[in-house]
């Protein structure tokens, strides 16, 4: 039940939100460039990747998602703006907001997690892994 609740909410905020997580899946996307692939392949990854997350990466493509939470921590630690929901302005591999503003950090946070997944090996046997080992 706790994994339909969870995606279910990320679904819903990819889908309805206004706001940067929807680049966050663009993103992803983009630099996948691999067929039949969707950035919702990473909402319950290993320990990491979807909402929440602790404990040590799974592998390399959870230790992307870990040093993205890290990086929107940090974001969020300034009360500037929120990563979750606001919308920043990108053309595909450029952040086009001012450099030094939140949103151009949001931006970079996007853009780096994108980039590294995109060098990972994708392992199924971690979808799903926090729901069933501790993390």
């Not at 969870?6 to 680049?23: M, Q």
């Not at 151009?104 to 060098?119: H, M």
Request: with cysteine.
């Amino acid at each position: 039940m706790h994994f339909v609740q969870n995606f279910l909410t990320f679904v819903a905020l990819i889908n309805f939100s206004n706001g940067g997580l929807n680049e966050l899946c663009e993103l992803i996307d983009f630099y996948s460039k691999k067929e039949f692939f969707h950035c919702f392949a990473y909402d319950e990854y290993g320990c990491w990747c979807g909402p929440g997350g602790s404990g040590k990466p799974v592998d390399k493509a959870d230790g992307c998602c870990k040093r993205h939470d890290h990086c929107y921590d940090r974001i969020l630690s300034k009360k500037e703006c929120n990563p979750y929901i606001a919308q920043y302005s990108f053309d595909k591999d450029k952040c086009l907001n001012e450099n030094g503003t939140c949103l151009r950090e949001i931006c970079e946070c996007d853009q780096a997690i994108s980039k590294c997944l995109s060098k990972q090996n994708y392992n199924r046997k971690f979808y799903g892994y926090r729901l069933l080992h501790k993390c």
